[in-house]
């Protein structure tokens, strides 16, 4: 059975950083994400790291704050968040594609195959 843990959500100040991990068991994963959630909204892609050559994804809102990465040999993907602000307050949610699929781009929820229970990052003073 797949299983992605994650941690590392918190309440940090504006301008502060935090890191989340995300450990996949299970199964090896091709793609995975990070995407977040805030009441009433869809789901949202912020990033996206595949498993072969390391290609990256960042939604323009966390360019240059945000750095994605994975480590293949522990199936675990983290999300490094720098410069948090406000806006950046969501639950934030791991997710894992199996394999690659001719057309998906995986910048859609419904183009992920296993979900991790969310965390909550809270950017506030």
């Known amino acids: 059975q797949v299983q992605l843990v994650e941690s590392g959500g918190g309440l940090v100040q504006p301008g502060g950083s935090l890191r989340l991990s995300c450990a996949a068991s299970g199964r090896t994963t091709y793609v995975m994400g990070w995407f977040r959630q805030v009441p009433e909204k869809e789901r949202i892609l912020v990033a996206a790291?595949?498993?072969?050559?390391?290609?990256?994804y960042y939604a323009d809102s966390v360019k240059g704050r945000f750095t994605i990465s994975r480590d293949n040999a522990k199936n675990a993907a983290y999300l490094q968040m720098n410069s948090l602000k406000p806006e950046d307050t969501a639950v934030y949610y791991c997710?894992?594609?199996?394999?690659?699929?001719?057309?998906?781009?995986?910048?859609?929820?419904?183009?992920?195959?296993?979900w991790g229970q969310g965390t909550q990052v809270t950017v506030s003073s």
């Open positions: 790291i595949a498993g072969n050559y390391g290609s990256t």
């Open positions: 997710a894992a594609a199996f394999s690659a699929v001719p057309g998906r781009t995986y910048a859609r929820a419904r183009e992920y195959d296993a």
